[in-house]
């Protein structure tokens, strides 16, 4: 091994009895000037020497650092016939190191949950949008106006359009409504339920509702859940005005 005295973490070459030939300024700078290993093992890890004496290995020691305070060593020794080297690195610069690198991942497990919570705000966010556009309410005439609904009626495009559309409705001063079916794919238990509660309150605001579009599929549902303030008509009538007032 050479440069042995430049070497970062301390390094020993030594015989099989562990008599220091040759050691680097970090050993020296960490243990003292040794003659021998054997007088810097704590008394605790003295059984584990012949082990680190027979062959090349990685063990663990209780090692007396400058002023004799033991400190618990990650020692390596690599046999080349009679003759070895031997590093130390300290537990605790290990244990450091790993902390360091639990830090890191968590770091970047914080960074990815945020990354995917922003998404997820965002996909919420565009879906709540995109539900608010399946239910506009576009006027047809000064006293008409129309709901063409899109995609499924679910209690989803139920709760983000219900205000808006009687608010909506309220505000044109309008007296007859007609909801178009024809774009609506699934309507679920709960979606029909909120549905009749935005036509309760259509109704209170004298409004006279007219179901248009109603697919074959859709009908025996619909029967079954049917409002009674509800009137299905086959097409959309304006009488009295042309598509062009307002």
């Given at each position: 091994?050479?440069?042995?005295?430049?070497?970062?973490?301390?390094?020993?070459?030594?015989?099989?009895?562990?008599?220091?030939?040759?050691?680097?300024?970090?050993?020296?700078?960490?243990?003292?000037?040794?003659?021998?290993?054997?007088?810097?093992?704590?008394?605790?890890?003295?059984?584990?020497?012949?082990?680190?004496?027979?062959?090349?290995?990685?063990?663990?020691?209780?090692?007396?650092?400058?002023?004799?305070?033991?400190?618990?060593?990650?020692?390596?020794?690599?046999?080349?016939?009679?003759?070895?080297?031997?590093?130390?690195?300290?537990?605790?610069?290990?244990?450091a190191r790993?902390?360091?690198?639990?830090?890191?991942?968590?770091?970047?497990?914080?960074?990815?949950?945020?990354?995917?919570?922003?998404?997820?705000?965002?996909?919420?966010?565009?879906?709540?949008?995109?539900?608010?556009?399946?239910?506009?309410?576009?006027?047809?005439?000064?006293?008409?106006?129309?709901?063409?609904?899109?995609?499924?009626?679910?209690?989803?495009?139920?709760?983000?359009?219900?205000?808006?559309?009687?608010?909506?409705?309220?505000?044109?001063?309008?007296?007859?409504?007609?909801?178009?079916?024809?774009?609506?794919?699934?309507?679920t238990l709960?979606?029909?339920?909120?549905?009749?509660?935005?036509?309760?309150?259509?109704?209170?605001?004298?409004?006279?509702?007219?179901?248009v579009g109603?697919?074959?599929?859709?009908?025996?549902?619909?029967?079954?859940?049917?409002?009674?303030?509800?009137?299905?008509?086959?097409?959309?009538?304006?009488?009295?005005?042309?598509?062009?007032?307002?």
């Open positions: 091994m050479g440069h042995l005295k430049s070497m970062p973490l301390p390094t020993f070459r030594v015989d099989r009895k562990l008599n220091v030939l040759e050691c680097s300024d970090s050993a020296q700078c960490r243990f003292g000037n040794q003659q021998n290993l054997e007088s810097i093992v704590d008394e605790g890890s003295q059984r584990k020497l012949a082990k680190l004496q027979e062959q090349s290995t990685t063990i663990e020691l209780a090692l007396l650092t400058v002023g004799l305070k033991p400190e618990a060593f990650s020692v390596s020794v690599q046999w080349d016939e009679h003759e070895g080297y031997l590093q130390c690195v300290g537990l605790d610069r290990r244990l790993l902390e360091k690198m639990v830090h890191q991942q968590q770091m970047r497990l914080a960074e990815a949950d945020f990354q995917l919570l922003e998404k997820k705000e965002e996909a919420e966010a565009a879906l709540i949008k995109m539900k608010k556009r399946s239910a506009p309410l576009i006027a047809l005439s000064s006293t008409t106006a129309l709901i063409p609904m899109f995609g499924d009626l679910d209690t989803a495009l139920m709760e983000h359009t219900k205000d808006v559309l009687s608010q909506c409705f309220y505000d044109g001063n309008y007296e007859y409504l007609y909801i178009d079916f024809t774009a609506v794919d699934l309507i709960s979606g029909i339920e909120q549905f009749n509660q935005l036509v309760d309150i259509l109704l209170l605001l004298d409004a006279n509702i007219r179901i109603v697919k074959p599929a859709h009908a025996p549902f619909l029967k079954k859940h049917r409002h009674s303030g509800l009137v299905y008509a086959s097409s959309i009538q304006i009488e009295s005005e042309s598509l062009s007032e307002k």
